[in-house]
Structure formats: C-alpha cells, structure tokens
C-alpha cells in the first residue's frame, strides 16, 4: 500500500467536508485504498484499519468490477472519469448502490498520483 501524502489526505478532508453524505475514499496507483472519509466507512461498515491497504475490488461488487475498472481508466486518460454507477459492498454482505465520479490528483511535491472516487447514494427505484 502506498500511503497517501499529507497533501492528498487535506484535498480529500476538504472533498469530504464539503460533500459530509458523500462516500470519499483515495487510491494509490496500486488500487489499494490510502483513505476513506467517516461516511465512506460508516455505510459500509469498515472501520479504518480494516479499509486501508485493501484493494478497491473488494468493496465492489463483482459485477461492476469492469465498468469500475474502465472508469478508473477513463480518470487515468481524462483526469476525471464520466458519471458511473456501481453496488458497493458491505462488511457484512450487503449491498449499497452509488453513483459517482473518479478523478487523478497530483500531489505537487511528490509527483505521486492517486485516484479519488467520490459518490451518492442512489435511490432504489
């Protein structure tokens, strides 16, 4: 795992302030999760130390593993990825439906990359 640097941790605060009922987690460039906001743990029922280090794959639901991959790579191109949907997965099993965005962010100092993914709950219906 590749932790996230001091700057990419206070730009995903800031994202997770300013979005409090959002789901905001960071990746490192090896797909393991660097952080995850208080929300982002709490639906899913992980605490921190059961999140961090764990690659994204495991929070997804395996039918949504390509289209989560391919908007990963749209952020990689792009620098930000289209609107997408997944199913997230509980700790115990479960099932959480999102709509989200993911995006690249360059911590300026270290030229390291990290993938941050930010999303909604959506609506069954």
Request: proline fraction near 5%; include cysteine; aromatic fraction near 8%.
């Amino acid at each position: 795992m590749t932790p996230a640097t001091p700057a990419i941790i206070e730009l995903a605060k800031r994202t997770a302030g300013q979005h409090p009922s959002d789901l905001v987690a960071v990746y490192a460039m090896d797909q393991t999760c660097s952080w995850a906001s208080p929300t982002h743990l709490t639906i899913l029922g992980y605490s921190e130390n059961e999140m961090l280090g764990r690659p994204w794959k495991e929070f997804v639901a395996p039918e949504d593993h390509a289209h989560a991959s391919l908007a990963g790579d749209d952020a990689l191109l792009h620098g930000r990825s289209i609107d997408f949907s997944i199913s997230a997965v509980t700790k115990t099993g479960g099932r959480v439906a999102l709509r989200g965005q993911a995006w690249i962010s360059i911590d300026q100092n270290t030229h390291m990359g990290f993938l941050f993914f930010q999303a909604s709950r959506r609506s069954s219906g």
